[in-house]
């Protein structure tokens, strides 16, 4: 699981400078990123069924869960590198071209800032274990959110693109509603967790 994280590092920082545009879509997103998103599923699965026995004292189950945390920053920074390439472009693509990108961006955020504003529940007496790497994850992932709602915000957005506007917001499970008051909706609830779950870390 931690050597997939790595692989699509890789895979994204070696061959994504070489892929064009027009095949970045269907040669390099479509395939990796629902990937990336199975692998960050199946880590926050782990953590969650490890979590109940962390302690100072078994020190091989907190060493494997600080272990995973540090594989899911690593998957998201792989994203924002993502992000970064397509934003890099002086003409950015239209919403279609990149489609797998918010997609699969929207579904980790989510499931990594819902872990962020629980942690004080998942993680009980014991957040102090990893109260650091958590903070990590939560800066990686407002990183990651900040950068995509800059390069959102750089694209213009036609008739063809908003209506996968919507359709990325519902495969990700958030709320949809029509053409960009989806976009605006989905921008407004991703900063205002962000300022919640910021403010639930640092308290």
């Given amino acids: ?81 993502c992000v970064r390439h397509v934003g890099a472009y002086e003409d950015p693509p239209d919403l279609d071209a990149i489609r797998s990108l918010p997609t699969c961006i929207l579904k980790v955020l989510r499931e990594t800032f819902q872990h962020c504003k629980d942690s004080e529940v998942v993680y009980c007496g014991r957040l102090s274990l990893v109260a650091d790497l958590l903070q990590g994850l939560f800066k990686e992932a407002y990183t990651l959110q900040k950068g995509l709602l800059e390069l959102l915000d750089k694209m213009t957005l036609n008739t063809s693109s908003l209506s996968s506007v919507g359709e990325c917001l519902g495969s990700a499970h958030l709320p949809t509603r029509g053409g960009s008051a989806a976009l605006v909706h989905w921008q407004s609830v991703l900063r205002r967790d962000t300022q919640v779950i910021n403010r639930c870390l640092v308290s």
């Fill in 1 to 81: 699981m931690y050597v997939s994280a790595g692989i699509l590092k890789i895979i994204t920082e070696k061959f994504l400078p070489h892929i064009g545009l027009p095949e970045l879509e269907e040669e390099c997103f479509s395939k990796i990123l629902p990937k990336a998103v199975s692998v960050f599923h199946s880590m926050m699965e782990e953590l969650l069924d490890q979590v109940a026995g962390l302690s100072s004292q078994n020190t091989e189950l907190c060493s494997l869960l600080r272990n995973i945390l540090q594989a899911m920053m690593q998957l998201i920074d792989t994203m924002s590198s």
